[in-house]
């Protein structure tokens, strides 16, 4: 098991006072809460620990807080770009708007990245049962990365293996 699906197994047990917790801080900073900071230390540190190869802290804060916010189950394959497409409205000028909005996520950095994942979730959210977690998190990991982004792109489009 990588120490990205460990996170995400970690994620997943977490108690509804936790999820409570992690969403009541979403938007915001990690250094912004001792409390905030305590559980995620206590969740993320130990898999740092004994693997370097784990998210990193930006990455997996970000994720912590979106799993809290729509704790779907993990499901490998079910990338959120491609259940995006599968989430567009029917009408020309609402999936105009969609697809501008899924663009302007494409430029975000992964630092500003939040409030539109946030968006892209609850859209997901509404119409599918799980998400690719650990998937997501290795992609926010490399975001910087054009051809990351390119994928999600093409995954989006329904140009890729997998549609």
């Not at 898999?47 to 809290?68: C, D, G």
């Not at 995006?84 to 663009?103: M, T, V």
């Not at 539109?116 to 926010?140: C, F, H, I, N, Y």
């Amino acid at each position: 098991m990588t120490a990205t699906e460990q996170f995400i197994d970690v994620l997943g047990s977490l108690k509804t006072g936790e999820l409570g917790l992690l969403r009541a801080h979403a938007g915001q900073e990690l250094d912004e809460s001792v409390v905030a900071f305590d559980l995620f230390a206590g969740l993320w540190w130990p898999l740092r620990q004994r693997n370097q190869r784990a998210p990193r802290r930006e990455v997996a804060w970000l994720i912590a807080k979106l799993f809290a916010l729509h704790p779907l189950p993990h499901s490998p394959g079910d990338t959120l770009a491609r259940q995006l497409r599968h989430c567009q409205p029917k009408e020309e000028a609402g999936r105009r708007r969609y697809q501008d909005r899924f663009d302007e996520m494409l430029a975000l950095p992964v630092a500003r990245i939040e409030s539109a994942l946030q968006w892209a979730l609850g859209q997901v959210s509404s119409k599918s049962p799980s998400l690719d977690w650990v998937r997501l998190t290795d992609e926010l990991s490399i975001w910087h990365r054009e051809d990351t982004r390119l994928k999600w792109a093409e995954q989006f489009l329904g140009n890729v293996e997998g549609r």
